[in-house]
């Protein structure tokens, strides 16, 4: 488990980290004492965590780049491309490379910056996730988290979906959205166990829109498919934004210099005609003879800007905005890179807030453990003592069981040790008892009797004493950083 990272949090969490420690000081089960433990680290993150999603290619290191201002991700397809990357702010650069098995080793930034095509591992398949330390302004108000994507075609590779679930928010990004996005927005949220996700903390992006269409200006469309899925997809994300990734990543980064500017005014002051001819496909502008730049500047221009950011390029040109600075200024505009810079995702109270909702849904899933039905099922028999529900003498009974027994078969009113068939068949018969008893009008015994029929269930779908069902997806390799 990685060290928390140590900071300031708000209040509250402050407050929840105090109580969650204290609770976890009581516990005796290990995994519920992990799973507390897996709480505090995660409260005790002094920044939120942002995690980028999607499939292979969607643009999503080109994004995380952009927002970091800086090329640290790799893009295109390398052996770095295929790991879950997280960003987090740190006073020296380095880049720490996680394995499955709890061990660390530490590198280097690869030359340029960033984590470079490979970390040196003939096995990549031993790597949990790579973390990228860096003073980055941008990591300071958050963490990033890059992840691969890779896909069979409609579904992300599981460690993509457990960084997702586990971030306080996430981008998602869809280069032609279509139902494959539905089904893995579907599983990212629930694996965060269908609570902490949804339409508040969860962005759309319609991304590579220069992709979308062979329009000259590709936005019009873009936005029109942005807007149709942001209202086909409004129960699940908050928007859908459209964004030009690579014309962001190079607009906000370091790479386009005075050099770069000189040589798109010289396509801009050549003859127009070939110009525009030659720029309508990448073919042509590789081939392009006596062309005005020579092929290392075409390629250069290529690979920063897309045939779409050249154009761009041209038309502020053609607007008079002739300098570097004016130009990258024109290419953030025209990226629409600045909608996903001010999310408010890092607000203190937003911070706070994230905290509880986290909170709120470790404590559902620890709701489900029979050691807290149990819990609940104390106050029933309270209750009953006190005659604030009524309940026939056989109900009674088995309410008491499941109250009392310590282990499945005694809560199911059986001997110690009997076969788990007998036990699935003692639970699966009382539970339409209990369903019976909460169609009954009293508030506090269908309270109680909903908490017998739940526990009921859960020891016929996991098996006596857990033995049987898998654990729910959620529980297994939680988080890369634990
Ligand atoms: N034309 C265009 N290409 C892009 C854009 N964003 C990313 N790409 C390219 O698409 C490829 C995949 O991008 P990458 O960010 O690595 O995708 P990821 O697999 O989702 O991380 C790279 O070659 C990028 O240069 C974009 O907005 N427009
Ligand atoms: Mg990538």
Do not use: K
């Given at each position: 488990m990685t060290a928390p990272s140590t900071g300031p949090v708000g209040p509250v969490t402050a407050r929840l980290i105090e109580l969650c420690t204290r609770t976890r000081d009581r516990l005796r089960t290990p995994e519920l004492r992990d799973r507390v433990d897996g709480l505090v680290t995660r409260l005790g993150e002094p920044r939120i965590r942002v995690a980028v999603g999607g499939r292979m290619n969607a643009g999503k290191s080109t994004l995380v780049n952009a927002l970091l201002q800086e090329r640290l991700a790799a893009t295109g397809a390398t052996e770095t491309t295929r790991l879950v990357t997280w960003f987090r702010h740190g006073h020296q650069a380095r880049v720490r490379v996680h394995g499955r098995d709890g061990g660390e080793r530490v590198l280097p930034l690869a030359p340029g910056g960033g984590v470079g095509a490979s970390v040196g591992d003939a096995d990549t398949a031993g790597i949990g996730h790579l973390t990228v330390e860096t003073p980055n302004d941008a990591l300071t108000r958050h963490t990033l988290v890059d992840t691969p994507g890779m896909d069979s075609l409609s579904r992300l590779d599981p460690d993509s979906l457990a960084a997702l679930g586990?971030?306080?928010?996430?981008?998602?990004?869809?280069?032609?959205?279509?139902?494959?996005?539905?089904?893995?927005?579907?599983?990212?949220?629930?694996?965060?166990?269908?609570?902490?996700?949804?339409?508040?903390?969860?962005?759309?992006?319609?991304?590579?829109?220069?992709?979308?269409?062979?329009?000259?200006?590709?936005?019009?469309?873009?936005?029109?498919?942005?807007?149709?899925?942001?209202?086909?997809?409004?129960?699940?994300?908050s928007d859908v934004v459209p964004v030009a990734g690579l014309l962001a990543e190079t607009a906000r980064g370091p790479d386009f210099t005075e050099a770069d500017a000189r040589c798109l005014r010289t396509l801009a002051d050549a003859d127009r005609g070939r110009v525009t001819r030659a720029l309508r496909s990448v073919q042509r502008l590789r081939r392009w003879e006596d062309a005005p730049l020579d092929a290392a500047d075409r390629e250069r221009l290529l690979e920063m800007l897309g045939?779409?950011?050249?154009?761009?390029?041209?038309?502020?040109?053609?607007?008079?905005?002739?300098?570097?600075?004016?130009?990258?200024?024109?290419?953030?505009?025209?990226?629409?890179?600045?909608?996903?810079?001010?999310?408010?995702?890092?607000?203190?109270?937003?911070?706070?807030?994230?905290?509880?909702?986290?909170?709120q849904s470790d404590l559902d899933r620890l709701r489900l453990e029979p050691a807290l039905r149990q819990v609940e099922l104390a106050g029933a028999l309270v209750d009953l003592e006190a005659g604030r529900m009524r309940l026939g003498d056989e109900d009674v009974a088995r309410l008491r069981d499941l109250a009392t027994g310590v282990d499945d078969a005694r809560r199911l009113g059986l001997e110690a040790g009997a076969a788990p068939a007998a036990v699935a068949a003692a639970a699966a018969a009382q539970i339409p008892q209990w369903r019976r008893l909460e169609a009954r009008s009293s508030r506090v015994l269908q309270r109680h009797v909903r908490t017998a029929r739940e526990l009921c269930e859960h020891i016929l779908f996991t098996g006596p004493d857990g033995s049987g069902a898998p654990t729910p997806p959620t529980w297994q390799a939680r988080t890369p950083s634990r």
């Open positions: 586990d971030a306080d928010a996430v981008v998602y990004l869809m280069p032609h959205p279509g139902a494959n996005d539905v089904e893995a927005i579907d599983a990212v949220r629930g694996w965060a166990g269908g609570l902490r996700l949804g339409a508040a903390n969860m962005l759309g992006v319609l991304s590579r829109v220069d992709t979308l269409s062979d329009d000259d200006d590709p936005w019009p469309t873009a936005r029109q498919v942005a807007d149709r899925y942001a209202r086909d997809l409004r129960a699940v994300l045939l779409h950011g050249i154009r761009v390029g041209l038309a502020l040109l053609d607007e008079g905005r002739r300098s570097t600075p004016a130009l990258l200024e024109g290419f953030a505009q025209r990226s629409g890179i600045a909608a996903l810079e001010h999310l408010g995702w890092d607000a203190p109270d937003e911070v706070d807030r994230r905290a509880l909702l986290a909170l």
